[in-house]
């Protein structure tokens, strides 16, 4: 029956999420709203989502229109036309209500949450990428699912400050050359939709063997640049950790009495911005599609 297909699964799954994510927008309009503030930012451009990324300039909305534009960004889970598919929606922000609606909230929430999960859960059943890819573009289609399997954040308690920053560093992975060996060998089955079979095995050929050219108890590091995204610091007033970070992709509710000190997200780049620099990772890269540097000790 076609109501156990993979596809129809899906389907149902999200009917569900946004019957529960139009509910919770439904109540968030009708409780009594203490503030709301949210950052728009401009949407990345088809082409241009691996472009560097140099200025972002910030919009800002409070208010009424802070909480329209929050309700619909919840439920917000397609491609826009014209833009990145690449570059999720961001909508970094935050919305207060009396620490009293918690109790409605919460219940809410989680249960959004739980049917994000399940849908997750069900794509990951589809197997590999391409079949990832194909179940949800044939049982949804312009849906990205990076906007669907994002949680929503609910905090409780008295904040003493709620900060916005822009956060834009680097991954770095410590590797030693054997395990830079095997992950090159592991590297041969998956050849690129552009590359030939033969191209990408002397391609990978020509890696180990400069891998294998080097000391055997050389310090490898895997030094990728991290996508500039929007972060919120939390500071707590009496509760351990203090201190809490987390990513703004959607506004966050937070049910509280007491009006938290805020600084707000500005443009970016930051205007007291520093240079960091790791002077032991430097040098051009031994393989550049693996961001693969020598560490300088």
């Known amino acids: ?38 950052y728009p930012l401009p949407a990345v451009p088809l082409g241009e989502e691996h472009d560097p990324i140099d200025t972002i300039e910030v919009g800002y909305l409070t208010g009424e229109e802070a909480l329209a534009v929050t309700q619909a960004a919840y439920q917000d889970h397609c491609a826009r036309p014209g833009c990145s598919t690449k570059a999720t929606l961001r909508l970094p922000g935050w919305l207060r209500f009396p620490a009293a609606c918690a109790g409605e909230l919460v219940p809410l929430i989680e249960a959004i949450n739980g049917h994000k999960l399940a849908f997750k859960a069900l794509v990951q059943q589809a197997g590999g990428r391409d079949e990832k890819f194909e179940l949800v573009h044939q049982a949804l289609p312009g849906v990205i699912t990076l906007q669907v399997y994002r949680k929503l954040t609910l905090l409780q308690g008295e904040l003493h400050s709620l900060g916005f920053t822009w956060a834009d ?4 992975s410590r590797l030693t050359r054997e395990q830079v ?7 041969r089955r998956y050849v690129p939709a552009l590359s030939d079979n033969e191209e990408w095995s002397k391609m ?12 055997a108890d050389v310090e490898l ?20 950790p203090r201190k809490q970070q987390l990513k703004a992709s959607l506004p966050l509710l937070l049910c509280s009495d007491t009006p938290p000190s805020v600084t707000h997200l500005g443009h970016y780049p930051p205007k007291l911005r520093q240079a960091r620099r790791d002077r032991k990772i430097g040098g ?14």
Not at 7 to 26: D, I, S, V
Not at 204 to 215: A, H, K, S, T
Request: charged content about 25%.
């Open 1 to 38: 029956m076609d109501a156990f297909t993979p596809t129809a699964a899906l389907r149902q799954q999200m009917e569900t999420l946004e019957a529960a994510l139009a509910h919770l927008a439904n109540r968030l309009g009708q409780l009594p709203l203490q503030e709301a503030h949210v």
């Open 169 to 172: 560093k680097q991954s770095i």
């Open 181 to 187: 060996l095997e992950m090159l060998e592991r590297s």
């Open 204 to 215: 990978v050929d020509q890696e180990v063997y400069d891998i294998r050219r080097l000391p």
């Open 221 to 240: 590091r895997i030094r990728r640049p991290v996508k500039t995204h929007p972060m919120i610091n939390l500071l707590w007033q009496d509760r351990a």
């Open 284 to 297: 051009e890269a031994i393989i550049e599609r693996l961001h693969l540097y020598r560490y300088q000790g």
